[in-house]
């Protein structure tokens, strides 16, 4: 398994906003959908955006579309997700999640199981 790294995470007002980074080492990232995922205490892992590897497809949960855009820097190995106009009902912990695949893939992968590999997290929290 490869373990991806996030940073970016912190505490913001009410229509604020945050740009979370997540780094994955080796060589797959540019072969690789990327994911992000969020989860709140007592609540189930649930999808926030998703990219494909080239970048040229890019999908959102309902909840944040509008407010969040995912892009991808493949020569950094770095996907990113700004979120803007943020809202208390974001605050959770942020996860990346990445799936290898051999060929391009644009379809849109939003479970978790959908995922191999997965960050630690990072917390963001969004005050009233």
């Known amino acids: 398994q490869v373990q991806l790294v996030e940073s970016g995470g912190g505490l913001v007002q009410a229509g604020g906003s945050l740009r979370l980074a997540c780094t994955a080492p080796g060589r797959i990232f540019s072969r690789a959908n990327m994911g992000w995922f969020r989860q709140a205490p007592g609540l189930e892992r649930e999808f926030v955006s998703g990219?494909?590897?080239?970048?040229?497809?890019?999908y959102y949960a309902d909840s944040t579309k509008g407010r969040f855009t995912i892009s991808r820097d493949n020569a950094k190995n770095t996907v990113f997700l700004q979120m803007t106009s943020l809202k208390p009902e974001d605050t959770a912990v942020y996860y990346c999640a990445q799936r290898s695949t051999i060929l391009t893939d644009n379809r849109h992968f939003t479970s978790p199981s959908d995922y191999a590999d997965w960050g630690q997290g990072t917390q963001v929290t969004v005050s009233s």
């Open positions: 990219i494909s590897r080239s970048g040229s497809t890019r």
